[in-house]
C-alpha cells in the first residue's frame, strides 16, 4: 500500500512529521549528541533505556534494543495527526513503516514504561 509524501504545515494545513527509529548501546551518549544535532532536548527519556525528539519536522527515537545492531534501523514512520490508529506495514525493502497519532505514540510509551505518563 502506498502513500502520499509528507507535506510541511503550509498555510493552515497540518503536516505530518518523519519518524526515525534507530537502536543504540549508548543512549546517554546518543542523547547528548542527538540533542546537539537537533537542537533540542528529548521530550520524553527513560533513563538507560529510551528518548524521544519531536521537532517541527522530525519524530526521532533512540531505545536500547538488544534484537538490533546499534545504529541500526528499527522502523520508520509517520506521525500523523488524521491517524485513527497506529498501523504499520512493510516497504518493498522489508522496512516496517508506522503511522500514528502522537497521543498513539505517547500511549504505547506510557504502556512500556507507565511511571513516565508522557504526554505529547
Not at 27 to 54: H, N
Request: glycine share 4%; hydrophobic share 35%.
Amino acid at each position: 500500500m502506498r502513500r502520499k509524501a509528507a507535506a510541511l504545515e503550509f498555510k493552515g494545513k497540518t503536516m505530518r512529521k518523519l519518524h526515525i527509529a534507530i537502536s543504540t548501546d549508548r543512549i546517554d551518549e546518543t542523547i547528548e549528541d542527538y540533542s546537539e544535532r537537533l537542537g533540542v532536548r528529548p521530550c520524553s527519556s527513560i533513563p538507560g533505556e529510551y528518548a524521544l525528539w519531536r521537532t517541527e519536522s522530525l519524530n526521532v527515537s533512540v531505545r536500547q534494543d538488544s534484537s538490533c545492531a546499534p545504529g541500526s534501523l528499527r522502523h520508520l514512520g509517520w506521525e500523523d495527526p488524521s491517524a485513527t490508529e497506529f498501523s504499520q506495514d512493510s516497504d518493498v525493502n522489508g522496512i516496517v513503516w508506522e503511522r500514528f497519532a502522537a497521543q498513539h505514540q505517547a500511549d504505547e510509551i506510557n504502556e512500556i514504561w507507565p511511571e513516565v505518563k508522557y504526554q505529547p
